[in-house]
């Protein structure tokens, strides 16, 4: 090869591009999901931590990391998926905790829950389920605005 | 036992375990009493789902026959799955399926506490993570638990009825044989008997807020962890098993 491998902080940046599956506001990065990103000899080392084990959003992260890196003339990749340390929520990055609120979402703030409404900034809440629609989020309701809203729950 | 045998087996049983019950709780899929809770069991059966693909392939690893998480989930029948009997118990009413959830989910919560100091850092990893996740379970299951057993009498009487019939089958968590003291003494993982007194703790705790009283025989149905089942294990592999039985190696 005569040009010289791109840099890991411009793949990051690359990186940052790829929406997550299921909460496209944020990006792969902002999720903390991409735990390494280095060159061994040739090869282009890409360590993944999963959020939850059983999340169907994994296979699809490696499909996009995998074809976005291909798009970029990156011809020899390999992922690899890291279990511990376990991913947590304090892996979210600050751009993606005010990208989430500013959609609707409430970041994560503690186990006992979120913060304040999404929509109003209310702190009267209410939780009524400890799970919602993907498994990274629970469901809660502000008693003030009467709305619905997400809470990225907080592991 | 000799010790990559015992690990295997090992392994299976705790990857059927969360296997079977992803399968059962599955089950309440669009059925569940309101939206949330059908969310909540969907959520919860996912984690159990992603936990055995994490056990089973490390089984696979650990046999060495080049046996994948699939083969070992759809491949096998009734006599090789591991599994405790409580989880293959059919579901009966929602009071029933969360009771049943509540005792799986005490038991398993110290168990990968206690599998996250094993000295198979391939097994303190997955339990790591699934720890997690079951820590989530338990405080929902304990908390509706509580909420049932301490609420209607129609639903305090269900709770009680559903306690009473699974009581049985709790103690065949807390019984050890050759191949669990193999790993015990390895490091690998505790031995069975030893989570009985911090299960007791949690679950006499929760009954008690429940206002809901142990039953006092400590009888044990046994067989699960060493392959002999009830007869509800093969209509669960006849309905999960069925696309790769009838149509071999199908992919999604």
């Known amino acids: 090869m005569s040009l010289a491998p791109p840099s890991p902080a411009k793949i990051w940046g690359w990186l940052d591009t790829i929406p997550d599956p299921e909460i496209p506001v944020i990006s792969l990065v902002d999720l903390g999901v991409i735990r390494a990103v280095e060159w061994q000899q040739e090869t282009l080392v890409i360590t993944i931590t999963p959020t939850y084990s059983g999340c169907p959003a994994t296979a699809i992260i490696n499909r996009d990391i995998e074809t976005t890196l291909r798009q970029k003339g990156i011809e020899n990749l390999r992922l690899i998926r890291r279990l511990s340390p376990a991913w947590s929520t304090d892996f979210l990055s600050e751009k993606g905790r005010a990208a989430l609120q500013r959609y609707g979402i409430a970041p994560p703030h503690t186990a006992a829950g979120p913060k304040s409404c999404p929509r109003c900034g209310s702190e009267n809440l209410e939780k009524t389920s400890q799970f919602g629609s993907t498994p990274c989020k629970a469901l809660w309701r502000c008693r003030d605005c009467l709305e619905p809203f997400d809470y990225f729950k907080c592991i | ?252």
Not at chain 2, 42 to 62: R, S
Not at chain 2, 156 to 174: I, K, N, S, T
Not at chain 2, 230 to 246: C, K, P, S, V
């Open chain 2, 1 to 252: 036992m000799e010790k990559n045998a015992a690990l295997f087996q090992f392994l299976c049983r705790m990857g059927d375990n969360t296997l079977v019950l992803g399968h059962r709780v599955s089950e309440w899929c669009g059925h569940a009493p309101v939206i949330e809770e059908d969310i909540a069991l969907a959520n919860t059966a996912l984690d159990l789902l992603g936990q055995t693909q994490l056990w089973l392939e490390l089984a696979g690893t650990v046999e060495g026959k080049g046996r994948s998480a699939d083969d070992l989930a759809f491949l096998r029948d009734v006599w090789d799955f591991r599994n405790l009997l409580l989880v293959e118990r059919p579901n009966g009413d929602f009071g029933h399926t969360l009771l049943r959830q509540f005792l799986f989910d005490a038991w398993q919560n110290i168990i990968l506490a206690r599998l996250t100091e094993s000295r198979d850092q391939r097994i303190a990893e997955i339990a790591e993570k699934a720890a997690k996740e079951a820590a989530y379970h338990v405080e929902r299951s304990s908390g509706t638990v509580i909420g049932l057993g301490d609420g209607t009498d129609e639903s305090h009487r269900r709770m009680q009825a559903a306690l009473d019939r699974l009581w049985p089958y709790v103690g065949e968590m807390f019984c050890g044989d050759a191949a669990d003291q193999t790993l015990a003494a390895a490091g690998i993982a505790p031995r069975p008997e030893d989570l009985r007194s911090a299960w007791d703790a949690h679950v006499n705790a929760v009954l008690d807020a429940a206002t809901l009283a142990r039953p006092d025989s400590d009888f044990a149905h046994k067989g699960g962890r060493d392959g002999t089942h009830t007869e509800h294990l093969g209509y669960i592999l006849a309905d999960m098993q069925f696309l790769q039985r009838a149509y071999p190696g199908a992919a999604w």
